[in-house]
């Protein structure tokens, strides 16, 4: 499909979030404008994101750079960003006092029709939308990071969200190559950052008891559970684990996980020695100097794996 | 290294776990020797092991499946699957009295230097190993299913196990092209099935209070966090998910983890409306009669992601 034929939309917020949003859009064909207050942080965003579509292209995972690059321009004002557009994800700082003043310039401004999502990682749709005139149209889009490089999106509206504006965003983002997913009613840290505080809670646990070290709790999951997480999700790996399925699965190991769950269920502060011993075993593994190597490393990695996934999928099946 | 100079290894119980170890010690150079109490199982175990050595060259993970599958030998008797073997993994029935009855058996008969391994995924060594002659050298080595697909190996000393022991046999392990890691106190469950059911306890909590669906809650997984995971585990994510690394990342997220984890911390039964509801969706999602079909797809899922991350760890670093 021709990019001339999607909406146009804008982002809102040009850091880290905001120029990989721009990416994921402006490769599915969309016109993308691009608006930050700070004129510095707009101009290096185009930077930064003409390098990680050439990157893209080195890995297999996109045809035309060019052509995406020239479907993203800047715009000096909020006025110009939201002109003609029909969707919007906003990406400024992670605070109820600035989701709450950037949505309500962005109700006021963007055309009556266009959706409105934030990119919040933490602060629920029904916090800042409220006392919206358009607060039908208002959502969650939350990524994760960098989002060009790992496709879940999780779509979490307000109790005042209109269903078809969740079912338009869906479709958005699922045509762009993003997985959309519904968090059907507003949760702290929605389902991803749940699902990751629960497993990290116990892999904090497992380290401040001393039952592991945290070199092998990494090794447990990149060498263990992650890898069938990395193409099927918890569900699926434990109906393929019982002979009869999931409800088989079930009668086997609920027991075990039953016990566990209640040796498991003491909330734990993560405190100041806790902290300092991962600190120190993480340092020692990777001086902090490295920290920014080590990302782009991972990026590449990223890359590489969804290069892999696509392959697989293509020649495996889905 | 030729197999000629690697210790024999003996394997005990021809089931799925046990024909499946038999090909990560053949594969390794190692002569296996396998035993099974049902000779029919231990004839079948062999057309399956060489069914799956030609499945991991036609991947790229093995250049010769001749030369491993002639290194594995079946025994008629226990006392001939342990004559001269160095270490002996066992997998016979998960109770604790097969357990003892078993290690009481490979006490008696091995050499007295063999290190003696139970498969053992829920039954801690010192539930079967306390009244041995020979305890000092009985330890849990917990595979994940299958070991020749999935490196992670967990190994779980009894209190009076050697510590020389689990060190020879970390050492086998790795040099097989496993992933060994110690659980340096015993706790139910181990390291493995601990940070899945931390994960599953969520995930079924998300759904039974309708918050996601569980293919919601697997997209999430697969198409977010598992990405991650499947080449970093969850301390080295959060290190780099911060610019400062992980007392950074504390810092920052400590208090929304918190606020989760007093949220998540009352254990919750996986009962029947909520068994029957996840075994519904699921079946939509695949009937049972291609459960089968799947776990062929997910073992060649598993294989292609494997080659892949030998080919990246090569090409990008590990």
């Given amino acids: 499909m021709s990019g001339g034929t999607k909406d146009a939309v804008a982002v809102i917020g040009a850091g880290l979030i905001g120029w990989a949003w721009a990416i994921c859009f402006a490769r599915a064909g969309h016109a993308v404008k691009l608006y930050d207050v700070s004129q510095p942080a707009l101009e290096a965003a185009l930077g930064l994101i003409e390098t990680a579509l050439h990157d893209l292209r080195d890995n297999g995972l996109l045809d035309d750079p060019a052509a995406a690059q020239a479907r993203i321009s800047t715009a000096a004002t909020l006025e110009e960003a939201l002109a003609g557009v029909a969707y919007v994800q906003e990406n400024v700082r992670e605070t109820v006092e600035a989701k709450q003043e950037i949505f309500a310039a962005l109700d006021r401004i963007a055309d009556p029709a266009a959706i409105l999502a934030s990119s919040s990682s933490n602060i629920r749709a029904s916090l800042f939308t409220e006392t919206l005139p358009g607060r039908a149209r208002c959502l969650v889009a939350h990524p994760a990071n960098p989002p060009h490089l790992v496709p879940i999106v999780e779509l979490s509206p307000a109790p005042w969200t209109d269903p078809a504006v969740v079912d338009r965003a869906r479709a958005l983002h699922d045509a762009a190559g993003m997985s959309a997913i519904l968090v059907r009613r507003e949760v702290p840290g929605f389902i991803l950052n749940r699902l990751q505080g629960a497993l990290l809670a116990e892999a904090f646990k497992l380290v401040a008891?001393?039952?592991?070290?945290?070199?092998?709790?990494?090794?447990t999951i990149k060498d263990g559970l992650g890898l069938r997480?990395?193409?099927?999700?918890?569900?699926e790996t434990i109906d393929l684990n019982a002979?009869?399925?999931?409800?088989?699965?079930?009668?086997?190991?609920?027991?075990?996980?039953?016990?566990?769950?209640?040796?498991?269920?003491?909330?734990?502060?993560?405190?100041?020695?806790?902290r300092d011993a991962l600190e120190s075993e993480r340092r020692d593994a990777l001086p902090a100097d490295r920290l920014g190597d080590r990302q782009a490393w991972r990026d590449r990695r990223l890359m590489a794996l969804l290069a892999h996934k696509r392959a697989a999928a293509k020649e495996i099946g889905e």
Same sequence: chains 1, 2.
């Fill in 209 to 219: 008891d001393g039952y592991a070290s945290a070199e092998d709790v990494d090794k």
């Fill in 243 to 274: 002979p009869g399925g999931i409800a088989d699965y079930i009668d086997r190991y609920a027991p075990m996980y039953w016990d566990m769950q209640e040796m498991q269920a003491t909330p734990r502060r993560w405190d100041e020695p806790l």
């Fill in 229 to 235: 997480w990395a193409f099927m999700g918890p569900f």
